[in-house]
């Protein structure tokens, strides 16, 4: 079974750092974009990052842009979010996410992690 499982939240200080991991498997991780997603209590999913399956391109948020990094190891099956300058409206859990598309019926399957919590205060 597909699996993707997060860690590396916890309590942070405005203005710190943090390091999350997702490690994948039952799938092929190479041949698949990875996204990062967060959500704030009372507040929709929010799209974070995204990163192609071979690393090549990324895209952010406008509101991380500049501050979170979004990586992956191939060989490792893990991928990665770099949190710096991290704000208290950062606050949220934050999932792993890939979406596959099946070519022949056009079925969209979406799988996540369980999530991991970052909370930034002082």
């Known amino acids: 079974q597909v699996q993707l499982v997060e860690s590396g939240g916890g309590l942070v200080q405005p203005g710190g750092s943090l390091r999350l991991s997702c490690a994948a498997s039952?799938?092929?991780?190479?041949?698949?974009?990875m996204n990062w997603y967060r959500q704030a209590p009372g507040k929709e999913r929010e799209l974070v990052a995204t990163?192609?399956?071979?690393?090549?391109?990324?895209n952010y948020a406008d509101s991380v842009k500049g501050r979170f990094t979004i990586s992956r190891d191939n060989a490792k099956n893990t991928q990665y979010l770099q949190m710096n300058s991290l704000k208290p409206e950062d606050t949220a859990v934050y999932y792993c996410?890939?979406?596959?598309?099946?070519?022949?019926?056009?079925?969209?399957?979406?799988?996540w992690g369980q999530g991991t919590q970052v909370t930034v205060s002082s």
């Open positions: 990163i192609t399956s071979t690393g090549g391109s990324t």
């Open positions: 039952g799938f092929t991780f190479s041949k698949y974009a």
């Open positions: 996410n890939t979406v596959i598309i099946a070519t022949i019926s056009g079925k969209k399957y979406d799988y």
